[in-house]
């Protein structure tokens, strides 16, 4: 990555922690630390990126023996080794243990202490690090945050705190949240996870912007009609209905994942490539964004088809249900380089595929013989098939003068046959333990979201306006195309396909 990468680990030297460390996962019985937080550690584990003797410790409620937690941790881990002899499987089963205690007693964070001062006495001299890892519920995230502080604190060492979302449900119970945990633990030293940070290609529009002269010059509203940033699901909830019933869609994608992709999107040049001087430009594109209003949002609802279940069919939502399960909303960027250019955010639950990307899209041509011809948009797919691509306009090869449009394909399994793409959370988990915030949320990063988005949760809670209906496994609201149009976007009248490309790869 040559200078670039270089930079971006500023800190990490200083703050890595090497060795005797341990790595303590609250809610380790849960669902999130079954399927990401514990195959992401194996991951590190296996290709020795963890502190030299690390220990793992799974914390939760529930009672289970060393056996039943060990089952469950690996239970979700890919690409085990031959049976017959030791595998790294077997080592991280080796260095890992479970404690179980309640989250709001004492008692448990006291005999977690017990635990974790018997694994240290292992350790050699010097700093007995711990890093604390909530795959929690936010109901109990500030009181395990002050247990933890009251009990497992090292003294000896450095203490770091990783948070999942959601991060409150709106401003108010936001702040709430920081500033209890911000009592007991310092900025620098909490980390909270939004996991599209950790996504290759999201990390890449960083390097992608700056390190390319040839776009910089079309950055901005003189060159850009309109940006879409697109969350779809092919499922619905799936019989989880009561939990996301109490979010909702904006809560749940829009206000956290497809918005900190904007910032990076539209962020200034940092003056350095440190953590604090990227997340100080992400702030100042939030700080720059009006609250949503409700005309410029558009809210659909899916219903049964094609023998899928409708949203109010599943048993878990509450009968009569308003909450979106589909929501398009559009941010305005009030600075010179961004006045104007609509940036519309889009997420939907039971759609007709599974894909997220951002679509840049470019202004028409000077009016003249091209005036027709389809526009140039720059897309980035995160998810699936990683790729980079630019739609241009080329000539057809032969005796007459015909435009067709083509890409220029950057597609990640092809142009990197050999490369490995590192799982999200395998990254930040990485950064944490290397001190490195840059890709994890700041207290301001998060109070700026929130002030965007309050007043339009706040609209659709109090059930204002019903959701529009779509069917299940359908594109969304049929008002959706009128919606972008009306914004700027222009379709392309099916010239420009792109597959979801190459799953032989």
């Known amino acids: 990555m040559g200078t670039l990468g270089t930079s971006t680990s500023t800190g990490q030297a200083q703050n890595e922690l090497k060795e005797n460390t341990i790595i303590i996962v609250f809610g380790a019985s849960g669902d999130l630390a079954k399927k990401k937080t514990f195959p992401a550690l194996f991951g590190l584990y296996k290709q020795g990126l963890l502190p030299r003797g690390v220990h793992i410790v799974g914390y939760a409620r529930t009672k289970m023996n060393d056996h039943e937690f060990k089952k469950r941790q690996v239970s979700y881990v890919k690409g085990t080794d031959d049976p017959a002899v030791k595998s790294p499987l077997d080592e991280f089963k080796e260095i890992s243990s479970y404690i179980s205690g309640p989250y709001d007693e004492d008692s448990g964070f006291q005999a977690l202490e017990e635990h974790l001062l018997s694994i240290e006495t292992k350790y050699a001299s010097g700093p007995h690090n711990r890093l604390f890892y909530f795959a929690l519920p936010p109901s109990v995230f500030i009181p395990v945050a002050e247990g933890v502080k009251k009990h497992n604190y090292s003294k000896n060492g450095i203490n770091r705190l990783i948070i999942e979302k959601p991060f409150g449900k709106d401003l108010e119970s936001s702040r709430e949240l920081l500033s209890a945990i911000g009592k007991q633990w310092a900025e620098e030293e909490t980390f909270r996870i939004d996991h599209y940070l950790g996504k290759e290609v999201v990390k890449n529009i960083l390097l992608f912007r700056f390190s390319n002269g040839a776009f910089s010059p079309s950055w901005n509203n003189r060159a850009i009609s309109n940006v879409q940033i697109m969350f779809k ?273």
């Open 233 to 505: 699901e092919p499922f619905g909830t799936e019989g989880r209905g009561g939990y996301f019933d109490e979010f909702g869609i904006l809560r749940d994608i829009l206000q956290n994942h497809l918005t900190q992709v904007l910032t990076i999107l539209a962020m200034e040049p940092p003056a350095s490539f440190g953590a604090k001087d990227i997340r100080d430009e992400k702030v100042k594109v939030l700080q720059a964004i009006s609250p949503i209003a409700p005309e410029d949002t558009l809210l659909g609802q899916y219903v049964a088809a094609k023998g899928k279940p409708g949203y109010l069919d599943d048993d878990t939502v509450p009968k009569g249900s308003k909450c979106p399960t589909f929501a398009a909303t559009t941010l305005y960027i009030k600075n010179e380089r961004w006045e104007g250019v609509p940036f519309i955010l889009i997420a939907g639950k039971a759609l007709d595929e599974a894909k997220v990307e951002v679509r840049i899209q470019f202004k028409d041509v000077t009016e003249g013989a091209f005036k027709d011809i389809p526009r140039n948009e720059l897309v980035f797919r995160i998810q699936p098939s990683e790729a980079v691509y630019l739609k241009i306009n080329a000539k057809v090869p032969g005796l007459h003068t015909r435009a067709l449009p083509t890409n220029m394909d950057l597609t990640y399994k092809r142009q990197f046959p050999e490369s490995k793409i590192p799982d999200a959370y395998e990254a930040l988990i990485l950064d944490a333990l290397r001190g490195d915030s840059s890709n994890f949320v700041r207290d301001d990063e998060l109070d700026g979201a929130w002030k965007i988005f309050t007043p339009i949760l706040h609209w659709i809670d109090g059930k204002n306006g019903d959701p529009i209906k779509y069917e299940y496994g359908s594109t969304g609201p049929e008002e959706f195309g009128d919606y972008i149009a009306a914004r700027g976007y222009r379709p392309s009248d099916g010239q420009y396909f792109w597959p979801t490309p190459h799953a032989a790869l």
